[in-house]
Structures are given as structure tokens and as C-alpha cells.
């Protein structure tokens, strides 16, 4: 299914949004611009979670460098359609739920689940050597908080049927829980392999997820969380 947008009109614009998604371009303009320094430039800033491990006492001298990468890695990603479908999904859900949280608390809830996304990952798969890149993780918390603010909302979606798409409203609850149990089941069967090629971080959805649903209940305004919308 590919989600087109969603029936909530959000009241204010989302500044912060919008931002986000200049930031997540310009990143990949200057991602296309390193040529043969692109792998060197995703592993700099990108997560690479053997990176983490401690073998000696010194090894605590890198963590400050590898902390911010869990912020730089959020506005990286693997190629066009990465970027791409990222952006889509940020653009249909994020809007609403920076509209109920403000704009200060939807950053904190982005990314913060960014980070705790790439965590998740992190724990495990902790002897990974390929960079970690990507929105995914936080727009998962997107997709996490807007589930638990607006269950009820309608996704317009394109199903394919054959050769032929056909545009179906899917309620958000069914439409997002069917997103996350894909995630967990293909988390599942990813557990044991040895991650030393490219692939989705399934895991880091997961975290970045539920770290989205924890956000959106200790984030919330008081006066907005007991506004529920009917929609």
C-alpha cells in the first residue's frame, strides 16, 4: 500500500516539517556531491554500530564523535528512493502530529525516536560494520505518535490490484499497525544474519516506533491530548 495523504486537516503550519525535509535534501545534494568519498563520508557520519563496541579503556575516547552520528545519520540516506519514501511519509503523517505536540516537542519526539532507533539497531546487530543512514527510524516515531493521536484518522492509500491501483481509504490504526508488524516480522527473521552488506534496519523502526507511542503520551500538552479529535 502506498499512502497519498491522510483526512486531517492540520490548524498550523508545520514549520518544523518543512525544515526537516529542506535539511533531509540538502543532505543527500551534498551526499551526491563526495563522489568517491561517499563511503568514507557515510561511515564518518553515518552510525556504524562495531564502532561502539569497547574492547580497551581508550576506546571511550571516540563516543563523543560517535554520539553526534546518532543525529547526522537521521538526514542520510542510501539513494534516491530512500529519500524518497521517507519524505512521503514524513510529509502525509508529521504534520498532525506537530500540530497536537507544537513545533519544539515534535522536534524533541523526532529526534529523539532517531536516536533511540539507532540504538535498537545497534543492540542488535553490534558487530555491523555498515553505516547506518537514514529518516526512517524517526519518522517511525512519527508514525508511533500519530497511531496513538489519531487512530481513527482515514489514509488514502493506492492498493495494487494486478495491473491496476485503485485508491482506497484505510483507517490509521490498520493502515500503521500492519506497517509495524511487518517491521517486527521481518525484524524477526533478520535476527542471527550476519549484517556485513547493505539492508533495512527493521529493528531500528521498531525502536524508533515505540519510542514514538512513549513520545506522544510524554510529550503531550495537557490542553491538547484532551482535545481528541473525532476524525
Not at 99 to 107: A, I, M, N, S, V
Not at 117 to 128: G, H, N
Request: proline share 5%; hydrophobic share 55%; charged share 10%.
Amino acid at each position: 500500500m502506498i499512502p497519498i495523504r491522510d483526512t486531517i486537516v492540520a490548524r498550523r503550519t508545520a514549520w518544523v516539517v518543512r525544515g526537516l525535509l529542506i535539511l533531509n535534501v540538502a543532505a543527500f545534494v551534498a551526499e551526491l556531491r563526495q563522489g568517491p568519498a561517499l563511503q568514507a563520508f557515510l561511515h564518518r557520519f553515518g552510525v556504524v554500530p562495531a564502532q561502539w563496541l569497547l574492547a580497551q579503556p581508550s576506546d571511550f575516547l571516540h563516543w563523543p564523535a560517535l554520539v553526534t552520528t546518532l543525529v547526522t545519520s537521521q538526514f542520510l540516506h542510501g539513494g534516491l528512493l530512500h529519500l524518497a519514501s521517507n519524505m512521503l511519509y514524513l510529509w502525509i503523517f508529521a504534520d498532525n502530529v506537530e500540530d497536537r505536540l507544537g513545533h519544539g516537542r515534535f522536534l524533541a519526539l523526532y529526534l529523539g525516536s532517531g536516536v533511540v532507533a539507532a540504538v535498537t539497531q545497534c543492540l542488535v546487530t553490534p558487530t555491523s560494520v555498515v553505516p547506518m543512514v537514514g529518516a526512517s527510524g524517526s519518522i517511525a516515531g512519527v508514525l508511533g505518535a500519530y497511531l496513538m493521536m489519531f487512530p481513527s484518522a482515514r489514509v488514502i492509500t493506492l492498493v495494487p490490484l494486478g495491473f491496476f491501483l485503485k485508491m482506497v481509504e484505510v483507517p490509521a490504526f490498520l493502515f500503521l499497525g500492519l506497517w509495524f508488524l511487518l517491521q517486527w516480522f521481518e525484524g524477526l527473521t533478520a535476527i542471527g544474519q550476519v549484517a556485513e552488506v547493505g539492508g533495512v534496519a527493521f529493528w531500528a523502526h521498531i525502536g524508533g516506533f515505540v519510542s514514538g507511542m512513549v513520545g506522544a503520551v510524554v510529550l503531550r500538552p495537557v490542553s491538547g491530548w484532551a482535545r481528541r479529535r473525532s476524525e
